[in-house]
């Protein structure tokens, strides 16, 4: 009977073509060793020949199965899309199941259609609309048949409607925006073909809509064509949208010069930020998921071509290196004019009463003995000047001139016998040899360290004791820790960012990396090349810095061995340990901000944030160790902190979102560190933490507040203090009653307050002892803060953010600014790297006006 009704219906239609026959046969043989011929049972089997654009008004039951046949003209160079649509309005007790058979491809679906969201959620849809996958043909034109079966097991019937057409504007065009409606049931999707000469296409979609959330999709041209949300992420290139999507697409990862962009709009919004509004009561129970259509726009770009790449690149490298030209330039002109100052340079042991009308010295006339080899003794010099000065001496009040030459004499041999106790002492001890604790560095004075430090004024003689070769070592480890933190941070991170980006070329998540989408040039495996060229300056500037301190170093270990009475007793005492890590801080800055642009995420902004904090920490130890040399913190206490610092940054990005139990913890140790190192700087370490502490405290209440009220003795500390206290205080108040969620930019904010709080005293304070601010060092400042101020409102533009989800972070992706190449945050990486360099010469030059200034007369605050 299955046969007899087969055979019977292959009558009744026409077949056109043998396709058509020897597929109905192959249906008609299945029905009868699968269905009628095993249970004996009849089912009528129609096949009708179906237009495009009709509408079909049938009803189907177990009983019956009706098959659809079209057939068009598929051309090898024209594509044309096919779109089957079916709406089931009334309500049914089976679903009923549509196949549709290509020549290469079979597509399934039934109705009602259930997608599953969270918690195993149902979402039934009863109108569907698919597009058919169109395989490539090799000849130039050829007729294509496809069949669409209609069939359900309910007995009782239920009406269908089902209508196949054309898609009209199926393939996109390059520059032309084209506009459709998706929803979870009707997913769309487009061909796009590259055009000759471009290589890189940018695929944008916009909507005006928020919600609901969608997915954009780039696949290659093959079948199936996954575009269901339960299947998208299969294969090919995807992310999440609400209102802009973007996806740079090469045509070297698609063989066929073509691909297909797929929208598909999701059952549920949580993925994009979204609320879930549904709950159900029971795990089966269907949800209505309401009308959920989405009018998007579609646009494809021609990307940058390589003569960009190359210009962005010159304009990176001719930026920072101009600083190197410039710096060049003064270098040369200032040892120029150190010439000219040698040249007519006088003897400190010389009037310029001596020095008038005579012709200038002879090389043998102002020391040059011991530089030219001369073996004449210094002690035979020495002993003929003493003989001269008992001869030539004061005679009451008055002095007696001295002749010329027996006064150069005598200069010649103070020369000589300094410059060979340096070069014997230097000789018999090295840095390496000597240990700050090897010996105490202030014998004379060891019982009067209190006195010395707790005097109501200081002056920097007073806190720079020690023997200078025992803090210079002790200040070059901070370069060596920071260096040897450096390789042992830096190669984790390379190693874990390459991991990042290979999982995201291999699976095409775009969701893992937080790029702005709308300017992210690709280069090899780099996403985003434009964000990691982009740090370069802080790489170039920071070594630039380095050399700079370098030059500085050198020319002051020759004025020591020189004896300069300027370097040895005069000015800020001279030790560049702090500025070498600074500069090492800078580079490694550039290096794993570049790390954390491969793929940027908030598990990773870490790597982006760590050396700012070593940066500000660094900067304020070299702010204090300016007038506190002597009592400053140690390589190993200062890195031990900024260690604490980074784990509870780690500790805030994993626990921290909204967990009240951190937050209090952290308040509380924020506010309490705050008390110790203002306590700590107050007394200038001239206290202990111990089990006496409270009784201590409280004999100072009592005797400085109660017993008599006195004010505090020092008063500038303690204005300093205040305010810094204030400052954190509000900022740990902030922190537990908002809990922002990027914790790493709040900690890194604490920072930075609490260094420009320090920076403006040190000014103040500079400025109210009588001091001076040279020329170069305010037009550094001014730079610095005109710099400072347009990085940061190119960092605030907020480009991107980890801190929402991937489709609401792209919501504030934005269109390159710069060369059509560098985007806001690349400007802010740009100028934020010349404040820091800026910043960092504003630190090494804001005290060069007391060089000539002796350190008992520089005031320590």
Known sequence: MVLRSCWKSRHKTSCRGPAPCWILLWFCVTQFVLGGGAQGQTKNVVQKDAEFDITYNDTVTSENQTIYAFNHTVSRNKSEGVRVTVDVSQGFESPILFVVRQKQAVLSFQIPLILRGLYQRKYPYNHVGRTLCQ???????????????????????????????????????????????????????????????????????????????????????????????????????????????????????????????????????????????????????????????????????????????????????????????????????????MKKSEVFQIPADMSPAETAGQTPASPYEYGSFADNGSTLSSEAITDSATSTDNNYGYVGQEPFKRRPILNHLHHLAIRIDRSLDSVGRSRHESLSSVEEDDYDTLDDINSDKNIVRTKKFLYVADLSRKDKRILSKKYQIYFWNIATIAVFYALPVVQLVITYQTVVNVTGNQDICYYNFLCAHPLGALSAFNNILSNLGYVLLGLLFLLIILKRDIVHQRALVRNDINALECGIPKHFGLYYAMGTALMMEGLLSACYHVCPNYTNFQFDTSFMYMIAGLCMLKLYQKRHPDINASAYTAYACLAGVI???????VFGKGNNVFWIIFSVIHILATMLLSTQLYYMGRWRLDSGILRRMAHIIYTDSIRQCSGPMYIDRMVLLVMGNIVNWSLAAYGLLERPNDFASYLLAIAICNLLLYFAFYIIMKLRSGERIQCLALVCILFTAVVWGLALYFFFQGLSTWQKTPAESREHNRDCILLSFFDDHDIWHFLSSIAMFGSFLVLMTMDDDLDTVQRDKIFAF
Do not use: W
């Open 135 to 337: 395989p490539p043909t090799r000849v130039a034109s050829e007729t294509q048949y496809f069949f669409v079966d209609v069939s359900t097991l309910s007995t009782q019937g239920t009406n269908y409607q089902l209508r196949v057409s054309r898609v009209e504007s199926f393939t996109l065009h390059t520059d032309k925006k084209f506009s459709f409606t998706a929803s979870p049931s009707q997913p769309q999707y487009f061909k796009y073909v590259f055009p000759d000469g471009v290589d890189t296409v940018i695929v944008k979609v916009n909507s005006d809509m928020t919600f609901p959330c969608s997915v954009m999709s780039i696949q290659d041209i093959q079948c199936p064509v996954y575009d269901l949300d339960n299947n998208v992420a299969f294969i090919g290139m995807y992310q999440t949208m609400t209102k802009k999507g973007a996806i740079t697409v090469q045509r070297k990862d698609f063989p066929s010069n073509s691909f297909y962009v797929v929208v598909v709009v999701k059952t549920e919004d949580e993925a994009c930020g979204g609320p879930l509004r549904f709950y159900p009561l029971r795990p089966d129970e269907l949800i209505d998921a309401g009308n959920r259509s989405k009018i998007i726009d579609v646009i494809v770009t021609p990307a940058i071509k390589s003569e960009v790449y190359v210009m962005g690149m010159l304009f990176c490298l001719g930026i920072f290196l101009s600083f190197y030209l410039l710096t060049l330039l003064m270098a040369c002109v200032e040892n120029k004019r």
């Open 647 to 653: 784990f509870f940054s780690v500790l805030g990005v």
